[in-house]
């Protein structure tokens, strides 16, 4: 489908929507003697937004914050059970033989079923615009996997794709049994299928599987800026994730809140959810936007890591990204957080318990119950026991980093390479360019698809190369960050521990 027709495609979509219900103004105003044209204009628009690199939602005109910008009735949502209106589908999902597949297994099934009625499906024009395959970690090959290089990154995706063969397989029956089509019963199938709800599906309180959300799900992601996992901001942890909350999270901090006039839309404290009175899923600002800009929603708190595994993509700057460095067993006995708290922040710096926990560990063993309520509060202990914590750390970042197989530099020129294949058409110029980069770039060209035009001088990218160059490039972006996280906190423990030494022999030099 070419630009002009998806153009048109997108707009007869927005025309659906409208024509069902779907409005970005406020109930008294969506009331027209004429049958809308889109359900866009008021509130929103669709625009192209270069710096996201992709499509979103902009404003049509200033939004304050808290103001009621999208409502999907109850009744566009996809759901489990308004699928299972179909009467064949409903007959054979609720055998008691399929009784242990879990909803949201129950609902990736439905959607393919749904998907396999083509033109005749109630959601045709919404399916039509859902993307064609996803980036998330259960659709990781062997290579791309390879590609994030971190024993811990690799070993979550490992887990992402047994868990997805192994909710396929068991699903397997259900569909056999549904009889659907055969590209609908595929591994590939199931991803799409599972990646559409895991980066779509919105919480709703009557099915812990969620909704589909037509237009709702055209707005892109806002990270928490101000959130963090720390304990001693505890106050602001809110739940991570759309689908376990009654509400989407906004990632306002009391801080950002107290600067605001208190009012019902400042308190809202949600970016949506679905609204008993209005019948229907509810989506308000989270900030203030001026007309043009983009209007984000917050999904919740995630690294970049978690991103890729449940979405599909990264962000460059996440300020809730972090790094898990490995700590000595008896490191974790000196306090009682829990593991998942220690780590080195996205700007480089410990986290809070991470610092707590060794000052404690280098504190000789007869001190440590007298000084634990300090280190507890976040207070240093010494000079001295400050710069033994740093020097570990910084030594443990550079170990880290000289047991990976390349460096900053050497992924970045990576990342260049990878950008430039997409623009040869010549074959022999890029097997030439290939070639010459060695290494990792070699393996992906054995490993590759790479065709040669009818006329044998122009390159063809198949639809499967394409998606192997994008989570390839997703792997580099995604270790790029990890290593520059370390570089970030070999930095602050080396100035730090220059500010700490120069602080100690400052009175010896003016004797």
Known sequence: MGGAEQEESFERFLKWAANLGISDCPTNLSHHSQKPTSCLGHSLTV????DAGRRGLGAARDIKKGELVLRVPKSVLITRASLLKDEKLCSVVNYKTYSSLSPTQILAVCLLYEMGKGRSSWWYPYFMHLPRSYDILASFSEFEMQALQVDDAIWTTEKAVSKAKSEWKEANLLMEALKLKPQLLTFRAWVWASATISSRALH????????????????????PGEESNDLENVEHLVNASSLEDTSLSNGETTDDLAGDQVDIRSERLTDGGFDENMAAY????????????????GYGTYTNLELLEHYGFLLKENPNDKVFIPLEPSMYSFVSWPKYSMYIHQDGKPSFTLLSALRVWATPPNHRRSISHLAYSGSQLSADNEISVLKWMLKNCIVILNN????????????????????????????KLLCASGGEVCAFLEGSDLQKGKNGSELMFSGKTKRVIERWRLAVQWRIRYKKILNDCISYCTETINSLSSQNISPMRTK
């Open 404 to 431: 990976l197989p390349t460096i900053i530099e050497e992924d970045s020129l990576l990342l260049s390479t990878i950008d430039e294949i997409e623009n040869f058409h010549n074959p022999m110029e890029l097997r």
């Open 282 to 297: 509810c989506f308000y600002a989270r900030k203030n936007y001026k007309k043009g800009n983009q209007v984000l929603l």
């Open 204 to 223: 709703i309180p009557w099915d812990e599987a969620g909704c589909l959300c037509p237009v709702g799900d055209l707005f892109n992601y806002a990270a």
């Open 47 to 50: 625009s192209q937004f270069p």
